[in-house]
């Protein structure tokens, strides 16, 4: 028990952590109580955990500008950071041991989501590189969904969306260059939010594909996560990938028209109920749905990883000096890949794009957005280590082509399956819309079937048994600085 304040609630969205400070809990008891439960939890959500005497040093410098509480925004907030992104005085990873180093400056990101008064808890477990879609490519164990020890969490921000989704922080940051802050969000039963390329810094962020990563956010609501997003936009001008927000879309029209898949290109990979959840969710949206040709979008996302595009992660990691030895078998043929490409690949690629993204643009101009699955299914782990490039493939169908179109997006909880594995949706804009989707990825989000109508109805009645028995039997090694 905590004084002041009583127990934590078993997910920590932005109200109840403002309730608990309005009653009396102070800081160092919130996050004394959440230490304890993070060290129940699944032990493969983070990599790097805020030792105490940082914790105490960050409630000590909140305090000393922002003696009230709840006077800062976010004023003792706990949120997490997808560990390649910076963090002063904790080591960015990215999941390499090898690579690890120590950040000597915050993200700029981070910085301004802790001048609102928010604090880092701890720096959370990823795909390799941020390459891949699934949550497996790490040494530093796998994390699972929260629903089921058995199946991924998705990726690769794979440790931020289970941080948030297991009450484990109150929101997360993540990145997003081909659905890594959608994939985990939707595997999770949570909310991300993927803003307009550019709209976010990524200055502290070890880039995948610089001039296509995007810094994301997830939380337990559409609200929140646009709270947090609306903290950590903005113009960089030490960042060259960041852009002038420029026109933003105006609010959604009342006769609204979203774009839908045609019944041909729905692929639910033999899940009846993800293409059943899929048509409610059309239906609950209110608007007129309107059947586009997916043919273009397919064909730009199947670009990303088999295209030259995939080259500029290569040349990111080549940057780093380090050998392919320690990369994860699963990214070794995807650089292997990489290397066969040639400039004149790369120009052949950047105009086979251009004429994509005018066929895009066709189909994009029959509506106001679109209304997409955000997997088609789910995975097991062991299916997943079966297949790592064909079902990783599968898993970003509806999602890596945001990036290269320059869109914008948010992905929403949209039911469970039979199994009692969440499905969701995601509503994809143009770029420049980020605050035109609220309204309707809300209406979508607190209107589901599955609850409600409050975030916490879409979360596991009780957090999850993590550390009983031999559940995990992986040998795991985390930093705690």
Not at 232 to 257: K, M, Q, Y
Not at 305 to 329: I, N
Not at 460 to 465: D, L, R, T, V
Request: aromatic share 8%; glycine share 10%; with cysteine.
């Amino acid at each position: 028990m905590t004084q002041g304040g009583g127990a934590l609630p078993p997910v920590l969205g932005l109200a109840e952590v403002r309730a608990l400070y309005a009653r009396g809990m102070a800081p160092a008891d919130l996050f004394a109580a959440l230490d304890r439960r993070i060290d129940a939890a699944d032990p493969a959500v983070f990599i790097t955990r805020s030792s105490p005497a940082m914790i105490a040093g960050a409630i000590a410098a909140l305090l000393a500008r922002a003696p009230e509480s709840n006077s800062l925004p976010l004023w003792g907030v706990p949120f997490a950071v997808k560990d390649n992104i910076d963090v002063a005085g904790l080591p960015t990873t990215c999941a390499c041991p090898a690579f690890a180093r120590m950040a000597d400056e915050d993200a700029a990101a981070v910085a301004r989501l802790i001048e609102a008064g928010a604090i880092v808890i701890g720096k959370t477990n990823l795909d390799q590189f941020a390459t891949g879609l699934n949550g497996t490519r790490t040494p530093y164990g796998v994390p699972r969904s929260v629903f089921s020890h058995a199946h991924i969490s998705g990726g690769s921000s794979s440790g931020s969306a289970v941080a948030v989704a297991a009450g484990l922080a109150c929101f997360a940051l993540g990145t997003d260059t081909a659905g890594s802050g959608r994939v985990p969000a939707a595997l999770n039963n949570i909310v991300g939010i993927k803003p307009t390329p550019g709209l976010v810094s990524t200055r502290g962020m070890v880039p995948a594909c610089a001039s296509l990563d995007c810094l994301s956010v997830f939380a337990l609501s559409v609200a929140d996560g646009t709270t947090v997003r609306q903290f950590v936009e903005g113009f960089d001008p030490r960042d060259p990938w960041s852009r002038p927000a420029g026109e933003t879309v105006a609010p959604l029209p009342a006769d609204l028209r979203i774009g839908v898949l045609a019944p041909s290109d729905r692929e639910f990979l033999g899940n009846a109920d993800n293409a059943r959840l899929y048509a409610e969710a059309i239906a609950r949206s209110g608007a007129a749905p309107v059947e586009i040709d997916y043919s273009p979008f397919r064909e730009t996302a199947a670009l990303l990883y088999e295209g030259p595009w995939v080259a500029e992660r290569l040349e990111a990691f080549a940057t780093f000096g380090l050998p392919d030895s320690v990369l994860d078998p699963a990214l070794a043929p995807i650089f292997a890949r990489a290397r066969e490409f040639s400039a004149v690949d790369a120009f052949r690629g950047f105009h086979h794009l251009q004429a994509l993204r005018r066929q895009c643009a066709v189909e994009l101009a029959r509506v106001d957005l679109l209304l997409l699955p955000t997997v088609p299914a789910t995975f097991t782990i062991a299916e997943m280590q079966e297949a790592p490039i064909a079902r990783n493939a599968a898993l970003g169908l509806y999602t890596n082509f945001c990036n290269l179109l320059g869109l914008a997006a948010i992905a929403i909880p949209a039911g469970f399956d039979s199994l009692g594995l969440p499905f969701g949706v995601t509503l994809v804009g143009p770029g420049g819309s980020d605050h035109a989707l609220v309204p309707l990825a809300h209406r979508l989000h607190t209107g589901a079937r599955c609850g409600a109508g409050t975030a916490l109805d879409f979360l596991p009645p009780s957090p999850p048994a993590w550390n009983s028995g031999d559940t995990w039997s992986e040998s795991r090694n985390f930093f705690r600085i």
